[in-house]
Structures are given as C-alpha cells and as structure tokens.
C-alpha cells in the first residue's frame, strides 16, 4: 500500500553517528511498505485500566517523565546527530510546510509565529500523523491489513534510530534528535489505527475515551516538547500535558459528532452503546437518519461532554510558550465552532455535515491571537476529573 503523498525528491545522502546509514532518495514519498512485518500478538482491544486508572492517562504520566528528562535527552542528543546534507533537510522541510499549508491551512497559519525551528518541527510531526491516519482513512484504505500497520511502525523505530525512509520521515529523525521527543505516542497513534480495523462498536465512553487518546490525544502529548511551556509559568508539567490530552480528546469527540451520518454510511459507530440505550436510542435509530427528539437530547448530553474537555484543555494553553499558542487556541475556538454548527442544524449530524465556512475560520483568527497573549496564572489549579 502506498502513502498518499506523491511529491519528487531529489537524490541525497543520509549520515548518522548511530548506525551506519548511507542510503540514497529518489522519488520515494509514495512509502511502498512491502517488507515483511515482524510477528505481533494483538488483542481486540488494549487493557482499558490498570487498578482503577485509566491505561490513557497512565501513559501521559509515562510520556511527560520521560519527555522531561532534558539532562537524560542531552546525552542522547551527543551520540544521535543525525548528519543530512543542508539543502537535503530543507526540501524535507519544504515538503513538510507544503502539505501542512494545504491540508490544515488555519492551524498551518498559527504555527507561522513560532520560532524557524518550532515551525519545522511541528510540520513534521503533521505530516507524521496526517499519513498515519491516510492508511487507515485515505484512498488507498481497502488496503489495509494489520502488516502495513506493522511495517509503518517498523519505519518508526528506523526514524528514531537515525534510518529514515523517505525524505518526510528523515524531517521528523532530525525534529527527534533537536527535541525530547519519546516514541510512545506515535506508537500508540499507530495502535489507535490497529483499533480502527477491528473494532466499529464502543460499548461505553471508557472504551471511546481511549480510542480518542490513542488517535487524537497522542498528537497533543508529541507537541508539548515543541511549543515549549513557558518560562513563567508555575504549574507542574505533568497539568500542561493534560491539558493537551484534553484538546486532543475534544477534537476527536467533536469530529466523531460530526461525522456520525459519514461513518454509519461505513457501518461504524462512533458512540457509546450504553448511552445510546439510556436514551432509548440504538445502531438503527442511526442508520435510520432520522432526527428525534431522543436523538437530539443524547446529541445535546454528547456536545456537552466535548465542550467539557475544551474547557479543560484552556488552562495548559495559557502556559504553553507564548509564541506557540495561536495554533492551540485557534484549535480550540474552531472545534467547539462546529459543535455549534451542530446546534444550528438541529441536531442533525445523521444527514448533515457540520462545517465552518473559510471566512468564519479566518475571522476567528485575531480571536485566537488574541487569547495566546494572555498571562498564565501563576496557581497551579486541581486537576479535572473525567467527564465520563
């Protein structure tokens, strides 16, 4: 199967001081993954808790002790420096803007007044994601089988290991090495894929709350060690980190509202069962497309918990580094938009697709700027409990 990102390179070399690694790159961002994959066991679906504590929120505790280690990630850092010819890691980069410029044209706007290198970074890690998700929802996905998620993380470890693919992976080996970025949420970003290709039902908004960490939650704790928190700012790292963990799980709640009509066409369903049945509601009252009034009081229980977890998430992004948080807040204001939009179409989310218009999106803009200026509060708040 083949990633859906078809741009030219011209041929260069590769040096590391990790492994030897000398290969040359010609015409290869269509990823053609046809290596055997290593034998994995799987389960339907990973462990949901670990003594009373979800396995999500366990592994931001793992990720944020890790990612906070600077003196461990600056000794690392002497012995991997990934070696690439300058205007070989400027086209990789190049290509890494174009895409995050056409494909998130507002986020890719908000990430113009972070510093050069907070700009390339993140556009690498976009485009990580963005071509993880292809293979499982882009045009190639009936392809899809559990080897090409086995060899996508095999190209992973090759990217933390100094041994690119591809020119769009070699941008992100060289963000890991300038950034104490740990592997553990693109690998379960890679898991939450595995997920989509087995499972179409969550029998309860635990099984969803992790399914919504795994391909949305991740992004936010990858990002944290680029925008960088700011000096001022009092509240332990471990907040922060939640807070990004919170926009990633709103942001995936609200594409799931939005999309309930798409993804029945597919036979998925996005929403917990059991919430569903307290409302007397069931798969066929989705499939069916018809607006009730029981659909739209569950759709209103729904909105309510997204905007929950956007109003979690505001803290940690009044404390990110100051010139990184107009694409955060940005995020922020436009997601809980189309929870609005989904408002405005009463309730139908079964046969409409809740959108915000280029101009609302661009008018929005100066909103966000202008709540990245806010100063942090110096008190470190309790921490939100699960809106379950």
């Known amino acids: ?144 089988s559990s080897a090409v998620l086995d060899r996508w993380e095999d190209r992973l470890d090759d990217i933390f290991n100094g041994q690119p693919y591809d020119m769009l992976d070699a941008a992100l080996t060289d963000t890991v090495s300038k950034f104490p970025l740990d592997i553990k949420p693109f690998r379960d970003m890679i898991e939450g894929m595995r997920m989509d290709t087995r499972k179409t039902r969550y029998k309860n908004f635990e099984e969803l709350y992790l399914y919504c960490y795994y391909v949305a939650g991740t992004v936010g704790l990858m990002s944290v060690p680029v925008m960088g928190i700011a000096p001022e700012s009092l509240i332990p790292a471990q907040s ?52 009730s009034e029981r659909w739209k009081e569950f759709m209103k229980q729904q909105i309510a918990r997204a905007r929950f977890y956007f109003n979690s998430a505001e803290e940690g992004a009044s404390h990110l580094d100051k010139a990184s948080r107009w694409p955060v807040w940005s995020s922020l204001i436009l997601y809980r938009k189309i929870l609005d939009a989904i408002e405005d179409n009463d309730y139908d989310n079964l046969t409409k697709r809740a959108y915000v218009g280029r101009t609302e999106k661009f008018v929005s803009l100066p909103a966000a700027y202008s709540k990245s200026l806010s100063i942090p509060k110096t008190e470190s708040h309790p921490s939100f409990t699960r809106l379950m």
């Open 1 to 144: 199967m083949s990633i859906p990102f078809s741009v030219a390179a011209k041929p260069s070399t590769i040096r590391t001081n990790r492994k030897p690694c000398c290969r040359k790159y010609d015409v290869i961002v269509r990823s053609e993954l046809t290596m055997a994959p290593k034998h994995r066991t799987t389960t339907l679906f990973p462990q949901l808790s670990n003594q009373g504590v979800s396995v999500a929120d366990l592994h931001v505790q793992e990720v944020v002790e890790k990612q906070s280690q600077t003196t461990n990630f600056d000794t690392l850092c002497s012995n991997f420096k990934p070696q690439f010819e300058p205007s070989f890691l400027k086209d990789a980069y190049e290509m890494c803007r174009n895409i995050c410029a056409e494909y998130a044209k507002t986020f890719y706007l908000g990430t113009l007044l972070m510093t050069e290198e907070r700009q390339k970074a993140i556009w690498a890690i976009y485009v990580w994601c963005r071509r993880t998700d292809e293979l499982v929802d882009g045009p190639n996905a009936d392809y899809m």
């Open 240 to 291: 922060v980190y939640n807070s990004a963990l919170y926009l990633g799980i709103g942001n995936q709640l609200t594409n799931i509202l939005r999309d309930v009509g798409e993804d029945a066409l597919r036979g998925r369903v996005y929403l917990p069962q059991d919430e569903l049945g307290e409302f007397g509601l069931c798969d066929k009252d989705v499939f069916s497309g018809k607006v």
